[in-house]
């Protein structure tokens, strides 16, 4: 299994390029369900998690190629063979169980195993299958399986009890080639979904609303192919300019809408950062250690849970005291005994955690647990004096490209150890 060794202390300076956003790649792949005809996506993030998906997808019976230096994916679902996304593939990546949407639409039938527990909580699918079942499909749960069928899946009114990403994902999806119209309300508003939407109108779906609370699909008897760009991936630009921030250094991110940002770059200024927004990218500086600043995650527009730990990295630094509260996920806290293990000062009471800004940190060994916690301890580790070893890194090979030359492009001292 491999290992990230960092030796801590480098000022990181210089520009780096984000990759394609994964969360808005995976329900991109996925969409391809919805047609027989061919779809080329573009900018795809060369990922573990993009591997899983083309493994199910090919599992399923669609003809896939894929050039992961070209970042280029191409599929063609015209022979769905299979319904089925078995257990082995949907407990390494939750997020496949947004093929029960798409198949259901086209197919009519749908058989995706339960998630179970996750690193970071319980997360259940509760939300998307409420919703598919207002739409018309019969939905029963055998052997740890969601089986869900329908002749052909109705529009409805539909309000989420809550901003679920991967559920609006996935009754969007649905509503494409469903009967009629189908509203959505109370949906979630983060700009992957807005890149979904995007996806799916190139393909023909008309979707109105995405990025607001309320969606609007009027379904089509069929979709057709594409050729689509995945848009920037913003919670590795903030993972970047968090890595410059930790170290006092000056960074600039390329490739994406500073907008995405926003919520995460103004508690970086806060902070004490300063930041410049441009058309398509964002560079911060800092020259002085950055200051308490309290947070709290939230449905977007707010503060993103996926940078909560980065974020927290940040504040084991600080000069002062930080409150971290989390909204979004029960057991999003997995990175403090890891970051005190680096000798922060946390406490942990309830939703929140107590952060006392404490310099300097020391080198470790430590123990990645889910995907933004591997960024947290990467983060600690170039900052904490002398080495620090990170062990299960697979979960940053999920999320983050090629992370570690990217980091020594912009001057760490950091290894991959095989
Ligand atoms: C997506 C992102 C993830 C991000 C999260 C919140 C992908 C692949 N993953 O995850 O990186 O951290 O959004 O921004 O895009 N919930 C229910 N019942 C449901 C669905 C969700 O109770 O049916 C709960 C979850 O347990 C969680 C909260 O709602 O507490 C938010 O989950 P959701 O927005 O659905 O997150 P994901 O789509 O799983």
């Known amino acids: 299994m491999d290992k990230m060794r960092i030796k801590g202390g480098k000022t990181l300076r210089g520009k780096v390029s984000v990759s394609g956003s994964k969360n808005a790649a995976l329900p991109i792949l996925f969409s391809s369900l919805l047609t027989a005809e061919p779809c080329v996506f573009n900018r795809v993030p060369t990922l573990q998690d993009i591997r899983t998906t083309l493994k199910l997808l090919s599992q399923l019976g669609a ?32 997020a496949s169980v947004v093929v029960l949407g798409p198949l259901l639409a086209r197919f009519g039938k749908a058989k995706v195993s339960l998630p179970g527990g996750c690193a970071i909580g319980a997360r259940p699918i509760n939300f998307h299958l409420a919703a598919l079942e207002k739409m018309g499909a019969q939905i029963q749960l055998e052997e740890g399986y969601v089986v869900a069928s329908c002749e052909r899946l109705k529009g409805a009114a539909i309000t989420f009890e809550f901003p679920s990403v991967g559920a609006t994902e996935n ?29 799916l109108r190139a393909m023909g779906a008309q979707i109105q609303g995405d990025g607001t609370e309320t969606i609007r699909v009027q379904g089509k ?109 029960e057991n999003r806290f997995m990175h403090v005994p890891e970051l005190i293990r680096l000798g922060a000062d946390i406490t942990i009471r309830g939703k929140s955690a107590l952060i006392r800004g404490t310099t300097p940190l020391i080198g470790a060994p430590l123990m990645a647990t889910d995907l933004r916690a591997s960024a947290s301890l990467t983060l600690g580790g170039l900052v904490a004096e002398g080495e620090t070893l990170i062990n299960r890194i697979y979960h940053l090979d999920r999320g983050y490209e090629r992370m570690e030359e990217k980091l020594r492009q912009l001057g760490a001292e950091i290894e991959r150890i095989k």
């Open 171 to 199: 009754l969007m999806m649905a509503a494409t080639l469903a009967d009629g119209e189908t509203v959505l309300e109370n949906c979630a508003k983060e700009p992957e979904i807005v890149d979904l939407a995007r996806a």
């Open 63 to 94: 003809h896939v190629k894929y050039s992961p230096d070209q970042h280029k994916v191409e599929i063609s679902a015209k022979n769905i063979t299979n319904h089925e996304a078995s257990y082995d593939l949907v407990r390494t990546m939750r």
């Open 221 to 329: 008897k069929s979709l057709h192919g594409c050729h689509y760009e995945v848009m920037g991936d913003r919670i590795e630009a903030g993972t970047y300019l968090a890595a410059a921030f930790i170290t006092c250094g000056t960074v600039e991110v390329m490739g994406l809408e500073p907008e995405f940002l926003e919520a995460v770059l103004v508690k970086f200024e806060e902070a004490g950062a300063l930041i410049s927004r441009n058309k398509n990218s964002i560079a911060l500086s800092s020259s002085q250690p950055p200051r308490g600043t309290d947070i709290t995650t939230v449905p977007y527009p707010g503060f993103p849970t996926d940078m909560q730990a980065q974020f927290m990295a940040i504040m084991a630094v600080a000069q002062g005291a930080s409150v971290i509260t989390e909204t979004i996920f």
